[in-house]
């Protein structure tokens, strides 16, 4: 079993940042794949980012790419997606996920990620 808790989320201007923390508890995350996704209402939950086991690999999504950085503390069990330059499209529910199947290939699809956080609101709006 894994708990996922993110942080970090809130209302922020146009261009502005924000950095999003995931603190995992209950088993160490450093065996796992990780992901971040985003919904919007009305929307499906899409992949944003996700990283290997050691932080050697990273995918994001053409829509992000070259604007959020996701990283990880396999240390502090804890992942984050660093976020700049936030456009009103950024606004979502964010939630962090666990992949535990423990394959190589890093997964993009939500029903692919076992475990799930609660998820926190990012608002991008002037």
């Known amino acids: 079993q894994v708990q996922l808790v993110e942080s970090g989320g809130g209302l922020v201007q146009p261009g502005g940042s924000l950095r999003l923390s995931c603190a995992a508890s209950?088993?160490?995350?450093?065996?796992?794949?990780m992901g971040w996704f985003r919904q919007a209402p009305g929307k499906e939950r899409d992949v944003v980012a996700a990283?290997?086991?050691?932080?050697?690999?990273?995918y994001y999504a053409s829509s992000v790419k070259g604007r959020f950085t996701i990283s990880r503390d396999n240390a502090k069990n804890t992942l984050y997606l660093q976020m700049a330059s936030l456009k009103p499209e950024d606004t979502a529910v964010y939630y962090c996920?666990?992949?535990?199947?423990?394959?190589?290939?890093?997964?993009?699809?939500?029903?692919?990620?076992?475990?799930w956080g609660q998820g926190t609101q990012v608002t991008v709006s002037s």
């Open positions: 209950g088993r160490i995350i450093s065996s796992y794949a």
């Open positions: 990283i290997s086991r050691t932080g050697g690999s990273t």
């Open positions: 996920a666990v992949d535990t199947s423990g394959g190589w290939s890093l997964k993009t699809r939500a029903p692919d990620y076992d475990y």
